[in-house]
């Protein structure tokens, strides 16, 4: 018979969002009048510019006319996006990278996830708690349950992890952080890069918010710290960039000089292991999303997708600066969608759930969903409407006053 990988029977079933979704349905239920509001929401909720609108009729046409049809791409992305990434967002700061060491993908969930093919299951790994669970569940799929570390952060340490004392190979960072919405400097940056190349570990660096980055100090790319390039791999979404989770696509950057171990020794390159992976398994991201994800690039596209972040941002301000004017304890939200609230005197994160739910039909995450240091919080997202937004604070401010 059949053997399934039963790694998967080590990890932990997720019931956050549905325990939410059921306590929220079952609310509605017995107050059928009441107007709930979330500001649990994951997804972006505003529309796709009109310059990407624009770019993906274009795609489409091409692709029904003889002469600009397009079968399978390269599987590591049409050269045109390449060029553009590298000019717009690396360039920009300083960055050279080559064209080869920027592979385009369908979104970063599936490069985060499938970039643990290239490293041997014995590594040690240390996340962040709480956490994207993306890189624990994949992690325990591929064989690493008991070789996972956590770093807590909470408003304790000012939210910057602290790295074991055992030497991790691999380091998974988030910033800006989901969920809590707060973001390293160069400096505290610098000091992971530098331990990275005295260890010989490896960062994987998810900088899948970094469009909502709005203080000087804070980097948007971990290769703005010298000798990155030696020890970092970059993943990089349009999705709240642009608003693409549901176009789907992202990138990400393997510098040549990142190089891991093999058995005898010997340093190998891990853009080429990504490279013969991708080419394995994946036969590229379509034509017409490539083009798609080009269009944000124009000095158009530039200007709406900003648009859109600044609405997302200001929502983030009014939540903040709302809960902050009652007293309440508010992390994130300045370069991040997230706001990561400390519950009021002590209460649990589903306790303070059920509050906010029965007393101001409001849905919130609770922190404690990614991790046992999210115990305490809740984390509230800016991507609802401006409306809703206010009026979610509004009636949370008449409540706790
Ligand atoms: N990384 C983080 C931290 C995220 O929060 C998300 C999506 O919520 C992703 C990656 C996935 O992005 P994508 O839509 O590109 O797969």
Redesign the pocket.
């Known amino acids: 018979m059949v053997r399934v990988n039963n790694n998967f029977s080590k990890i932990r079933e997720s019931y956050l969002f549905s325990e939410i979704a059921h306590k929220t349905a079952e609310y509605r239920s017995s107050h059928v009048d009441a107007k709930i509001i979330s500001l649990g929401i ?2 972006v909720t505003r529309p796709l510019c009109n310059e990407v609108i624009k770019s993906l009729h274009t795609a489409v046409d091409e692709m029904g006319v003889q002469e600009t049809f397009r079968g399978y791409g390269p599987e590591q992305g049409y050269k045109f996006l390449i060029e553009k990434i590298i000019k717009h967002d690396y360039n920009s700061r300083g960055i050279t990278l080559d064209a080869d060491e920027v592979f385009i993908s ?5 490069d ?1 996830g499938n970039i643990g093919d290239l490293f041997d299951t014995d590594n040690l790994v240390v996340v962040t708690d709480p956490v ?1 669970p ?1 890189y624990v569940d994949t992690n325990i799929m591929a064989g690493r349950a008991d070789n996972i570390m956590y770093m807590s952060c909470s408003a304790e340490n000012n939210f910057i992890p602290t790295l074991p004392e055992k030497t991790p190979d691999i380091i998974y960072l ?1 910033y800006p ?2 969920p809590t919405g707060t973001t390293l400097t160069k400096s505290e940056l610098k000091k992971f890069v530098d331990f990275a190349k005295e260890k010989g570990s490896l960062i994987l660096y ?1 900088s ?2 970094e469009a909502f980055i709005t203080e000087e100090d804070v980097p948007h790319s971990i290769y703005e710290i010298p000798g990155a390039k030696d020890v970092a791999i970059e ?1 990089r ?4 960039t642009a608003g ?2 549901g176009v ?3 990138y990400t950057v393997v510098p040549k000089t990142v190089k891991a171990s093999a058995p005898d020794g010997s340093l190998i390159a891990l853009n080429k292991l990504w490279n013969r992976r991708q080419c394995t398994k994946f036969n590229g991201t379509s034509y017409i999303v490539q083009r798609a994800a080009e269009a944000v690039y124009s000095p158009q596209g530039q200007k709406e997708t900003k648009e859109n972040i600044a609405y997302y941002l200001n929502n983030a301000n009014f939540i903040r600066e709302g809960l902050a004017s009652i007293g309440m304890q508010v992390y994130g939200g300045v370069n991040a969608p997230y706001i990561w609230v400390k519950t009021p005197q002590g209460m649990g994160s589903w306790d303070f759930f059920d509050f906010l739910l029965e007393k101001c039909n409001v849905v919130v995450t609770p922190g404690v969903g990614f991790g046992p240091s999210g115990e305490g919080y809740v984390r509230m997202t800016s991507f609802g409407t401006k409306e809703n937004c206010e009026e979610a604070i509004d009636r949370i401010k008449k409540i706790l006053i």
């Open positions: 994951g997804d369908d979104g970063a969930k599936s985060l994207y993306v988030c952080n989901n998810d899948a918010y993943f979404s349009f999705s709240k693409f989770t789907r696509c992202g």
